[in-house]
């Protein structure tokens, strides 16, 4: 697969579509299994409130990976997104409730670059919290 997206149709500026993300605790469950990632705070109310966390939060690398779809899904390729990073600033919580937490997620492109890549730069909110920082990614355009 290819991007999708041309090189020559975008401008710095331009805004991707915005999507939303919902993350529950059973989805919290299933990262864990899939990723290996059992760290009872990501399952276990009572483990996290005793560390001095708010309640259970989502894995760093969930909220990351949820984040770049947002890139992913605008180029139409996976694997025209050639380097990604962020740093991680507030944590997502999960509520033990029907609907879990919200993570929002807006991009733009902030550069284009040689070689036919552009870097987008991504807005990760989370009841009101900015929960990604300085999170950006490089893609290879068509």
Request: charged share 25%; aromatic share 8%.
């Amino acid at each position: 697969m290819t991007a999708k997206v041309s090189y020559e149709s975008v401008e710095v500026g331009t805004e991707l579509p915005a999507q939303s993300f919902p993350v529950t605790r059973a989805a919290l469950v299933r990262y864990a299994g899939a990723s290996g990632d059992f760290n009872p705070i990501h399952w276990n109310e009572k483990f996290a409130r005793e560390v001095g966390l708010p309640d259970v939060i989502a894995h760093g690398m969930f909220t990351m990976a949820e984040a770049i779809r947002v890139v992913t899904d605008w180029a139409g390729d996976p694997g025209a997104v050639v380097d990604y990073g962020v740093r991680f600033t507030k944590p997502v919580v999960v509520p033990n409730d029907d609907k879990g937490a919200l993570i929002e997620v807006s991009g733009k492109v902030a550069a284009k670059l040689d070689d036919r890549l552009v870097r987008v730069d991504l807005v990760a909110m989370c009841d009101g919290n900015k929960v990604l920082g300085m999170s950006r990614a490089v893609v290879r355009l068509a």
